[in-house]
């Protein structure tokens, strides 16, 4: 059996539930260790191996506790390389009835609330593990949205923009990041089966070409190809995963 050190590595944020718990089990099914980010302490019910060893509680909203995060991941990866970084968590905030909130009804320090987490903290993750990344020649994720490219019913502007800054910037980044032989790419998932979608996205599913929600194990598999040899001539993609929406 391999130690942690012998491992290939992923850190993972927003891993406390969707999109984010099936990418941690995808990955610790195919044994990497999983170092996990969120809000949230860890939970009990969470299914693999080493999870209170190897989770993070941090708000990556908060500059200060970002560093914090960073320096404490570092340490749990104590001089082993990093293979894989992915920027899952994100902000969607909704109105006092749930409503989407549009440019006029959000105020300024929510939107700086939501790019501090949703652009803010990926970029300064992957430049605070960049010595890692490079000793793994690791790959960066970013999850962005449907939503980063055209108008959507429910996810609002600040969500929205924030997203499609996190497209620009995945770009920008592979650039940047490729010398060092990190690749970077992006995932844009649509109508995803979680706890977070909004009241009346069935009336988006009937209008999808393969006619259904997709499920976060169905996006966790293409995170998981994008950080894995199959994939090692791509970066400064946006892949679309959203049952044709888009089309």
Not at 104 to 113: F, I, P, S, V
Not at 213 to 234: D, H, K
């Given at each position: 059996m391999?130690?942690?050190?012998?491992?290939?590595?992923?850190?993972l944020?927003g891993?406390?539930?969707?999109?984010?718990h099936?990418?941690?089990?995808?990955?610790?099914?195919?044994?990497?260790?999983?170092?996990t980010?969120?809000?949230?302490a860890?939970?009990e019910?969470?299914?693999?191996?080493?999870?209170?060893?190897d989770?993070?509680?941090?708000?990556?909203?908060?500059?200060?506790?970002?560093?914090?995060?960073?320096?404490?991941?570092?340490?749990?990866?104590?001089?082993?390389?990093?293979h894989?970084?992915?920027?899952?968590?994100?902000?969607?905030?909704?109105?006092?009835?749930g409503?989407?909130m549009?440019?006029?009804?959000?105020?300024?320090?929510?939107?700086?609330?939501?790019?501090?987490?949703?652009?803010?903290?990926?970029?300064?993750?992957?430049r605070?593990?960049?010595n890692?990344?490079?000793?793994?020649?690791?790959?960066?994720?970013n999850?962005?949205?449907?939503?980063g490219?055209?108008?959507?019913?429910?996810?609002?502007a600040?969500?929205?923009t924030?997203?499609?800054?996190?497209?620009?910037?995945?770009?920008?980044?592979s650039?940047?990041f490729?010398?060092?032989?990190i690749?970077?790419?992006?995932?844009?998932?649509?109508?995803?089966?979680?706890?977070?979608?909004?009241?009346?996205t069935?009336?988006?599913v009937?209008r999808?070409?393969?006619?259904?929600l997709?499920?976060?194990?169905?996006?966790?598999?293409?995170?998981?190809?994008?950080?894995?040899?199959?994939?090692?001539?791509?970066?400064?993609?946006?892949?679309?995963?959203?049952?044709?929406?888009?089309?």
């Amino acid at each position: 059996m391999k130690t942690q050190a012998e491992k290939r590595t992923v850190i993972l944020t927003g891993a406390s539930r969707g999109i984010g718990h099936a990418t941690v089990k995808r990955f610790s099914s195919a044994g990497w260790r999983v170092i996990t980010c969120s809000r949230m302490a860890f939970s009990e019910y969470c299914p693999w191996d080493a999870g209170p060893e190897d989770h993070i509680q941090i708000d990556l909203g908060d500059y200060d506790n970002l560093k914090s995060g960073i320096d404490e991941m570092r340490q749990r990866l104590d001089g082993a390389p990093l293979h894989a970084l992915v920027n899952n968590a994100g902000m969607s905030p909704k109105g006092e009835n749930g409503e989407r909130m549009g440019t006029l009804a959000t105020d300024r320090a929510l939107w700086q609330q939501v790019f501090d987490v949703n652009f803010f903290a990926p970029i300064t993750l992957a430049r605070g593990l960049i010595n890692e990344l490079e000793a793994g020649k690791g790959s960066i994720v970013n999850v962005t949205s449907i939503a980063g490219s055209r108008v959507h019913p429910y996810a609002g502007a600040a969500y929205s923009t924030s997203k499609a800054a996190l497209a620009a910037l995945t770009r920008e980044m592979s650039m940047d990041f490729g010398a060092l032989g990190i690749r970077v790419n992006s995932i844009a998932p649509g109508e995803i089966d979680t706890s977070i979608l909004s009241p009346g996205t069935e009336k988006l599913v009937n209008r999808l070409p393969l006619g259904r929600l997709g499920e976060p194990e169905e996006v966790a598999a293409m995170i998981y190809v994008l950080c894995t040899q199959p994939s090692s001539y791509v970066t400064g993609a946006e892949i679309h995963i959203n049952g044709g929406q888009h089309v």
